[in-house]
């Protein structure tokens, strides 16, 4: 069975600070690694990795993926309140085609 | 408009009643997903379908049934809902190429007391 986990579950920064969110996986016939931001409802896309040791980057996030260890992080730099939301990963098989989701860093960025 | 829109957005049921929740996408997308989330929990597969010909059970498709109206149109139906079935539901389109990202309607959130 396709495995995710996340960690930590839930963390609580000051605007500024670093943060960086974990995503482990076990899956089957592994694709890809995605990451979604989930603010109020529906989640948002941020990344998909699909490479080893080759970084993504969007502004102040920034995503890598280890295949070996069979884990990512999603790092976060000057956080600020808008930041605060749930992260998710997603880890995608190839057989399938259907993601396995994590349950999620609740990030909340304090003024 | 919302690319992937969800009707109803909040519902409220009793114990042994049918619910169906509706999905209909504008994105042209073949692929379609419904996903539940309870609270604290990450999005757990309920069904799932490929094209209109191709339906397939998640990870917790027992309670459930979906029906593939048409390319744009998927619908999952609670047969009998039972309280534990309250949750928060996402169904989810993508075009089925390598970045097999997700793009997910707002949500329905429903309550079965």
């Known amino acids: 069975e396709d495995k995710v986990v996340q960690s930590p579950l839930s963390l609580v920064v000051h605007e500024g600070d670093t943060v960086t969110l974990n995503c482990s996986y076990e899956?089957?016939?592994?694709?890809?690694l995605l990451w979604y931001k989930q603010e109020k409802k529906a989640p948002t896309f941020l990344f998909m990795l699909?490479?080893?040791?080759i970084e993504k980057k969007s502004g102040r996030l920034s995503s890598i993926l280890d295949k070996k260890e069979l884990f990512s992080i999603l790092n976060i730099t000057a956080t600020q309140t808008g930041d605060s939301a749930v992260y998710l990963c997603a880890a995608r098989n190839t057989n399938a085609g259907k993601s396995t989701f994590g349950d999620g860093t609740t990030l909340t960025v304090k003024p | 408009d919302a690319d992937v829109t969800q009707t109803p957005r909040n519902r409220i049921t009793k114990t042994g009643k049918r619910i169906m929740l509706e999905c209909s996408q504008t994105k042209g997308h073949d692929r379609m997903y419904w996903y539940r989330q309870d609270p604290g929990l990450g999005l757990r597969l309920i069904y799932y379908?490929?094209?209109?010909?191709?339906?397939n059970k998640g990870e917790i498709s027992d309670g459930y049934s979906v029906s593939r109206q048409a390319q744009a149109k998927f619908s999952l139906s609670l047969e009998s809902a039972i309280p534990n079935q309250t949750a928060l539901y996402f169904c989810a389109t993508s075009d089925g190429t390598a970045t097999e990202k997700l793009f997910f309607g707002s949500g329905t959130q429903l309550s079965v007391l």
């Open positions: 899956v089957t016939n592994f694709r890809s």
């Open positions: 699909t490479s080893s040791g």
């Open positions: 379908s490929f094209d209109v010909k191709d339906i």
